[in-house]
């Protein structure tokens, strides 16, 4: 008898002992898409009367309003990235240079000290 027969023996043995699972009922389709009224409880930004379905993409879209205090505009984002979106394009454009400055500023000061420790 072989170093690997024994192994073998044993696999057989566990895969006898597991328990016969069932078949995965598969969800009809869209069973998971999320109703107009469902989105705007969770996501305040949603406009109403703007849920769409996009056939090519096989996606929800809607339409949201930027959280900006003086923005109103509008932008259309899918449903799966309304947890990450809340301004519209030029908004994000402002925030996101406006993050890049202030840690472009915070490395110069943080360099400066130390050049100041040494």
Request: hydrophobic fraction near 30%; include cysteine; proline fraction near 3%.
């Amino acid at each position: 008898m072989g170093p690997f027969e024994n192994q073998n023996q044993d696999v057989e043995a566990v895969e006898a002992a597991k328990p016969e699972t069932e078949e995965k009922v598969r969800k009809p389709k869209g069973a998971n898409r999320m109703t107009e009224e469902e989105l705007m409880e969770d996501y305040p930004q949603v406009v109403a009367g703007t849920l769409a379905f996009i056939e090519t993409e096989n996606k929800q879209a809607v339409k949201i309003t930027c959280s900006t205090e003086d923005c109103e505009r509008q932008r259309t984002v899918r449903t799966s990235d309304l947890w990450q979106v809340d301004k519209c394009e030029a908004c994000t454009r402002k925030a996101r240079r406006e993050r890049a400055r202030e840690r472009r500023k915070a490395k110069k000061e943080a360099e400066a000290a130390e050049a100041d420790e040494s």
